[in-house]
Nanobody, 124 residues
Framework: QLQLVESGGGLVQPGGSLRLSCVAS????????IGWFRQAPGKGREGVSC????????HYAESVKGRFTISRDNGKNTVYLQMNSLKPEDTAVYYC?????????????????WGQGTQVTVSS
């Protein structure tokens, strides 16, 4: 059974950092594009970052460029999202998603496999 499990969320003060992890089971991430998405209360799910299965090419939403870094460790079947200089507007549930594609994108419609999400709250 294909499964994605996120972890690493929590409460952090503005300016702080968190590292989210997305661990895959039931399949090998090597051939999958992976996306990170987030959904704040009352808002739609937006693409934050993604990483392709090969180069690996990465993409970021404008709102997180220079602050977030996506990476993958295929040996651990895990994708990470390092989040620095966090802002209150980064508060959301963060989801990882996977799709057997070479090239990644930031549209939720591109992904069929989703994790359950992890809450990130940025507040003083």
């Amino acid at each position: 059974q294909l499964q994605l499990v996120e972890s690493g969320g929590g409460l952090v003060q503005p300016g702080g950092s968190l590292r989210l992890s997305c661990v895959a089971s039931g399949f090998t991430l090597d051939f999958y594009a992976i996306g990170w998405f987030r959904q704040a209360p009352g808002k739609g799910r937006e693409g934050v970052s993604c990483i392709s299965s090969n180069d690996p090419t990465t993409h970021y939403a404008e709102s997180v460029k220079g602050r977030f870094t996506i990476s993958r460790d295929n040996g651990k079947n895990t994708v990470y999202l390092q989040m620095n200089s966090l802002k209150p507007e980064d508060t959301a549930v963060y989801y990882c998603a996977a799709e057997p594609l070479t090239v990644c994108g930031l549209s939720r419609d591109e992904y069929d496999y989703w994790g359950q999400g992890t809450q990130v709250t940025v507040s003083s």
